[in-house]
Each structure stands twice: as structure tokens, then as C-alpha cells.
């Protein structure tokens, strides 16, 4: 069994490098995660972010370095790896509920424990009422309601969360930020939250890795030490929106 | 809150639509043929069979067997028997096959390049070689409707899993899902409303088969009706066997639907 360096951290990033052909999109990429952390990762456009938490899931297989969790590469059989899409991904011939009891099933989560689960998130995030229905008979925020859902309930190591929220309004943002905390500050998952707007990160995250254009680095690391619910007009808030945006601006 | 579930109710325009273009159609026919021993402006009754005649005919075939040799029903049973045989044989193989040759490299490299020679030749191409090799009873011409049936089954499969949401295989791989899982779990309920698409495709293609397959020697059947009437000259007869042929295929194609409809409620609109 392969041991990495650091000890004490859940996630360790190690020197995570990929190059497509010639172009090296993410350089030598290290940081640790602690147990029950949700970071944010931010950066410039273009820079290479889904590429990275691509990477980090095993999707894309990496030119360098890895990935350890608990000390032991990352392995998607292995761990309680999820994943929440920008894009919808719930699977339009599942009911709600089905389509939540999805990561247990392919993780062989026993029945008995998976109706448990199932019940107690789906009060959780507000998708009791819904469960008998199809996504096609939900709105959109309760399809990525569904998403987030289902990757929560499988207790995931590392919940990784491409802009999840990227593409509904405002107002359905902050509600579902807020759904977020209560998930993270219930379960005590560990998540890394991808996002390209600061002022959500800031508002969700404890810590936020800001990433340089490519070749991707991590340029600096944020400590968001805010008494939480925030308050997007508290002037501490404030103060680190603008030290965060000053760090990834280019113009 | 518990979320109610409404469902649309079809307008009364669009129910009646379709019976009213039947019945128009039933009557300009029946208006535009001559009755037997007329001769007018009109189509000869020889050419055609008025659509009343052909119903009067189908009542009396329920019960005679002249001049074919059969009643309605019992030429409607062969033919039943023949084309479902070929029909659920057909998406036995082709379906899990298609379905394999999507995900499954192996299966592809090994299959696709049989199929695509296989797939241009017509299925009544090989009726002599299902002569040879069955003789002239039901089973060579299950054989012939079955290859008809097969090449959509396995088309529509093929594509239905290679159309599969790319996001959708993403996320079960994040879960840790193995190729086999991702296979039944994912690709196979996504291609569903092809699959059921090649049904309807692959039923039409072995209705239509099911004529060239009858005139392997048969002497029952709705193929055979359609042929034994050319051959006396009797188009009440042929009208009658395509009539019997269509009303059968409809049956059979709203069982599909109805089935359809309940596996595919997420999916359709």
C-alpha cells in the first residue's frame, strides 16, 4: 500500500499533473483537505478547473502525481468518491427517490440501510413530497436537488461539485447554498466545491484555493473564518470577496 | 404538500380527428367503385372490391372455407402464429445483440462486420436457401420473416446505447460502478424508447415479410388469402386478406404502445 507524505489530512493532492500532448494544463498541484473541510476552488476561465476535479474523481487519468485519500490513492471502487454536475444528471426512467438510492445501490449499500438513508435525506434536502415523481415533472433546482442528493447518501470520502449551481438564477442559488451548509454541517462530509463566482465560495466554503491561469497552480489559499449563516454586506465578507477577486483578476 | 399528478386529457377534436378521416376515406372508396354487373363511369368492381362487399365477404369467411380452403380466422391464426414467432425471436437475438455490439468492443469487433454484409440483402433473397434448408412447412418462413425483424431490432439497440448521456455514464463511474453495472443501469434504460421504436419498425418488416413468406408453397394464412384470391381473380379476397393483415398489425402495434407508455413514464412525453 502506497503511503504518502503528509499524515493527519483525509485528502492529499500530490504534485497532480496533466498535460494534454503538449499543453500542461494543471502544474504540480498540491494541498490537503481535512476531514468534515468544504473548500473552494476558484479561478480565471479557461483555467482548467474541470479538468482538475476531473482528475480528482478518476474520470481523467492524470500525467503525474495523485491523489490519497486517508493515505491510499484514490480509487472510485475503493472509496466513497461522488460527484455533483454542472449539467442535470438525474436519470430520466427513475423516480426522484430512485433516482437518490442510485450511488447506495452501485456502492452495495445493504436495503434495510439504504431505505434509512433514503428517508432521512430526502427530509433532509425537501424531496419527500416529490419522491414518486419523474425529473421531467420537477423543476429544475429540485433536479440538482436530486443530484446533490444522491451524493450525500452514500457518505462520500470526498464530495467533489463541478459549479453545481452555475446554471440557475440567483435567487434559487442562495436557497440551494444554503441547503449545501446544512448538508455539509449535518453530515460532516468533506467537499470541494468548484466554482468561477466568488462571492459563492465565500459565502460556503472554509477555505478557498485560488488557481492561476494555465498552466494551472494553486496560487493562494484563503482561510474564510466567517461566523455562519453569512451575511453577503458584512464587511468582512466584503473584504474577502475583493482579497480574492485582486488574486485571480487579469485584467 | 404531497405533488399532485394531472393528467392532460386528449381534446375531443383529436379524438375524433382519426375516425372521421377513416370514415371519409371508407366512403369516397365505396362511392368511387362500381357494384358488381355495373358498368359506369366508376371503377370496375374486377379492379376493386367495394369496402361493403369485403365486409360482407369477412362475415361470411368467418364460418366458410371456400374458396381458399379456410376461414378468416384460421388464416389469421397461421399468420399470427408465424409472423409473433419471428417477431419475439427477432428481439430475443437482435435486441441483447444490438444492445452488446453498443458497449461492448468485443462484441462490435466481432459481430458488426457479419451484420453490415448480412444487412443489405433482402429477407426474400433467401427463400430458396430456407427452402433447402427447412422445406416448406411454418419454419423456413419464420426464418425468412425473422431476418426481416432482426435488422431494426439491431440498428435501433446499437444506437440507443451509443446515444447514451455521456454525463449520466460520468456520474456512475464517480460511484465506483463497474462497465456491467453502467451497461444494465445506464445504457440499457437509455436506449428503452429506441428499443421500443425498433419494435414498431421490426413488426411492420415482419408483416410485410409475412406476404413473400407465404407464397413459399403455403396453403394457409393472410398471405396466402391475398394470393389465392390474385390467382381466381377475386379482389374482395385480396382486399379482404390486406384489411385482415392491417386490423392485426394495429392490434399488435397498440399492445407495444400501451407497453411503451408504462416502462417509458419518465422518459416520454
Known amino acids: ?251 | 404538500m404531497a405533488y399532485q399528478t394531472v393528467k392532460a386529457r386528449k381534446s375531443l377534436k383529436l379524438r375524433v380527428l382519426p375516425w372521421l378521416s377513416l370514415t371519409a376515406v371508407i366512403l369516397i372508396w365505396q362511392f368511387c367503385v362500381s357494384p358488381p354487373g355495373v358498368n359506369d363511369w366508376r371503377i370496375p368492381g374486377v379492379l376493386l372490391a367495394r369496402p361493403y362487399d369485403v365486409l360482407l365477404l369477412g362475415i361470411e369467411k368467418l364460418t366458410d372455407v371456400n374458396p381458399d380452403g379456410a376461414t378468416l380466422l384460421v388464416h389469421a391464426w397461421v399468420s399470427l402464429q408465424e409472423s409473433l414467432s419471428a417477431f419475439l425471436l427477432s428481439l430475443l437475438v437482435g435486441i441483447p445483440l444490438g444492445l452488446m455490439m453498443g458497449w461492448f468492443g468485443v462484441v462490435r469487433g466481432l459481430f458488426r462486420p457479419v451484420f453490415e454484409m448480412w444487412r443489405p440483402i433482402p429477407p426474400v433473397a433467401w427463400i430458396p436457401l430456407a427452402i433447402f434448408w427447412f422445406g416448406i412447412g411454418m419454419e423456413g418462413k419464420i426464418f425468412i420473416i425473422w431476418l426481416g425483424g432482426m435488422t431494426p431490432c439491431i440498428i435501433n439497440a446499437y444506437m440507443g446505447v451509443k446515444t447514451t448521456n455521456p454525463v449520466h455514464i460520468q456520474m456512475a463511474r464517480t460511484f465506483g460502478a463497474s462497465d456491467w453495472k453502467i451497461f444494465t443501469s445506464i445504457c440499457i434504460p437509455s436506449a428503452l424508447p429506441m428499443v421500443f421504436g425498433a419494435l414498431q419498425i421490426a413488426l411492420g418488416n415482419c408483416w410485410t415479410t409475412l406476404v413473400a413468406a407465404e407464397l413459399l408453397a403455403s396453403d394457409q394464412g393472410l398471405g396466402y388469402l391475398i394470393t389465392a384470391g390474385r390467382s381466381i381473380g377475386r379482389t374482395d379476397i385480396v382486399v379482404l386478406g390486406m384489411i385482415s393483415l392491417g386490423i392485426t398489425g394495429v392490434i399488435i402495434s397498440q399492445i407495444i404502445y400501451r407497453i411503451e407508455a408504462k416502462l417509458l413514464a419518465g422518459i416520454r412525453r
Open chain 1, 1 to 251: 500500500m502506497e503511503q504518502s507524505a503528509a499524515s493527519n489530512a483525509k485528502i492529499e493532492v500530490r504534485n497532480l499533473t496533466k498535460k494534454f500532448g503538449d499543453l500542461l494544463v494543471l502544474d504540480r498541484i498540491n494541498f490537503n483537505i481535512k476531514k468534515g473541510e468544504l473548500v473552494a476552488i476558484v479561478g480565471p476561465t479557461g483555467c482548467g478547473k474541470t479538468t482538475f476535479l476531473n482528475c480528482m474523481s478518476k474520470l481523467t487519468d492524470t500525467t503525474d502525481g495523485d491523489i490519497f485519500i486517508d493515505g491510499v490513492p484514490a480509487d472510485p471502487v475503493k472509496h466513497n468518491l461522488a460527484f455533483v454536475f454542472q449539467e442535470p444528471t438525474a436519470l430520466p426512467w427513475r423516480t426522484v427517490a430512485q433516482n437518490v438510492v442510485y450511488g447506495m445501490e452501485v456502492k452495495g449499500v445493504p436495503e434495510k440501510e439504504r431505505a434509512e438513508r433514503l428517508e432521512y435525506i430526502l427530509n433532509l434536502v425537501g424531496l419527500k413530497d416529490t419522491a414518486d415523481l419523474y425529473p421531467n415533472q420537477v423543476s429544475a433546482s429540485m433536479m440538482q436537488r436530486i443530484a446533490v442528493a444522491r451524493a450525500f447518501a452514500v457518505n462520500p470520502d470526498l464530495l467533489l461539485m463541478d459549479e453545481p449551481y452555475g446554471q440557475l438564477d440567483v435567487k434559487l442559488r442562495f436557497y440551494l447554498e444554503d441547503e449545501l451548509v446544512k448538508l455539509w454541517q449535518t453530515l460532516n462530509s468533506t467537499v470541494l466545491f468548484i466554482t468561477h463566482n466568488i462571492e459563492e465560495a465565500v459565502y460556503v466554503a472554509e477555505r478557498i484555493l485560488v488557481l492561476t491561469p494555465k498552466p494551472t497552480k494553486v496560487r493562494a489559499e484563503v482561510i474564510v473564518d466567517l461566523p455562519r449563516p453569512r451575511n453577503f454586506l458584512d464587511p468582512r465578507f466584503v473584504e474577502i470577496r475583493r482579497q480574492v477577486t485582486e488574486l485571480i483578476r487579469w485584467w
